[in-house]
């Protein structure tokens, strides 16, 4: 899939999560998240190798799962980045968010892979 075709599903990731977890996630409107993936697909191209790299032996040590909390940390950076309209209430949200991410991604990718 598309670097543009991914950042739209995860716009509408974003509204849905945000519409299903209202207390938990803040989304503005539709083009704040259009922004918000932008942003995370700009970050995780360019800072989420270097991350992943420096991370290696501790995401090796929980056998993978560690890559989750990565995802959460490029979600909490995108909210940083993107301001006040994209917002989590804790970082647990935003690790809920990148499973959630996560699992609609390899779906999709999955289902268009064929």
Known sequence: MSFWGRALVNAIIFVSVAGF???SFHVANIW???IAA???GLLNM????ILLIFSL?????TLGLFYFVIN????ELTSYLVGSTFIFASFGDAFLLA???SLVNVVITNYFKH
């Open 21 to 23: 977890f209202p207390q």
């Open 32 to 34: 704040i998240s259009l």
């Open 38 to 40: 932008i942003v995370l």
């Open 46 to 49: 360019f800072v989420k190798p």
């Open 57 to 61: 032996p501790i995401t090796f040590m």
């Open 72 to 75: 959460a940390f490029m979600l």
């Open 99 to 101: 499973l959630i991410l």
